[in-house]
């Protein structure tokens, strides 16, 4: 079985993303962390939880860098998952055990505002900061759109190549919002090729972990690729959790 680790130490010559340039963000309210601490009760659901600066999201502040993370997102650690409740609970010790694995996939869907992007963030976000693996976030349309982009090169059959090989070949990819495409003739080849080269990697205990969130069972996806998602080899976890999102009220200042 090769592990993650053992990928990077055979092939330490692949491509690196630049370091992304520091952001100046000033903010008196989170002191430019880019979240804040409310104080709560300790019975309350969000108890001890981190939450975006207000201020910071008013203004727009930071842009994403060349991992699909805000300069804030780049602090976020597995204790920022609160636990409040069992589902998410279960998905976070699936995303940390697959992380340790260094290979495979997992599937995270349910309703909106259930933490599913904060855990593909997190685990950039430590991937990153241990120097374990290169990692990227991005939703799938921004994943499309950046394939789609090598058509305004030079040579736009040797970029495509390219960058399909760079996304097929990344030690961790977090793919958030992954049903939400127009799925196009373009969009259905490309996607497909870049998870099914995921796909086999990973059915070989080779590098790659592919994190996906979406709002759908598999069963709602393509045929092909749900059929690979569905792999029992694999994980799929339900977060069955209400929406956190009506509780921001709780957080103004």
Request: contains cysteine; charged residues 25%; glycine residues 6%.
């Amino acid at each position: 079985m090769i592990t993650l680790q053992d990928y990077l130490k055979k092939y330490p010559q692949g491509k690196t993303l630049a370091e992304p340039p520091t952001v100046k963000v000033t903010c008196q309210t989170c002191n430019d962390l880019g979240f804040v601490r409310v104080d709560l009760p300790a019975d309350h659901p969000l108890f001890g939880r981190l939450f975006p600066c207000p201020h910071c999201m008013q203004r727009g502040a930071g842009q994403a860098d060349g991992y699909g993370l805000l300069p804030a997102d780049r602090s976020l650690s597995w204790d920022d998952i609160s636990s409040v409740d069992p589902s998410i609970d279960e998905a976070k010790a699936a995303v940390k055990a697959l992380v340790a694995r260094g290979y495979g996939w997992l599937y995270l869907w349910g309703g909106y505002g259930t933490a599913k992007t904060a855990l593909l963030k997190v685990a950039v976000a430590e991937c990153l900061r241990n120097q374990a693996a290169q990692a990227v976030y991005m939703r799938m349309a921004d994943l499309m759109d950046d394939i789609r982009t090598a058509y305004d090169a030079n040579k736009p059959q040797v970029e495509l190549q390219t960058k399909l090989r760079w996304y097929s070949s990344l030690p961790l990819l977090a793919i958030d919002e992954f049903e939400k495409v127009y799925d196009t003739g373009f969009v259905e080849e490309r996607r497909f090729q870049v998870l099914d080269s995921r796909y086999e990697a990973a059915t070989r205990q080779e590098y790659g972990i592919t994190l996906m969130a979406a709002n759908v069972p598999p069963e709602k996806l393509l045929g092909a690729i749900a059929s690979r998602v569905k792999d029992e080899r694999f994980g799929v976890v339900h977060i069955t959790a209400k929406d956190r999102r009506p509780y921001g009220k709780d957080f103004e200042r």
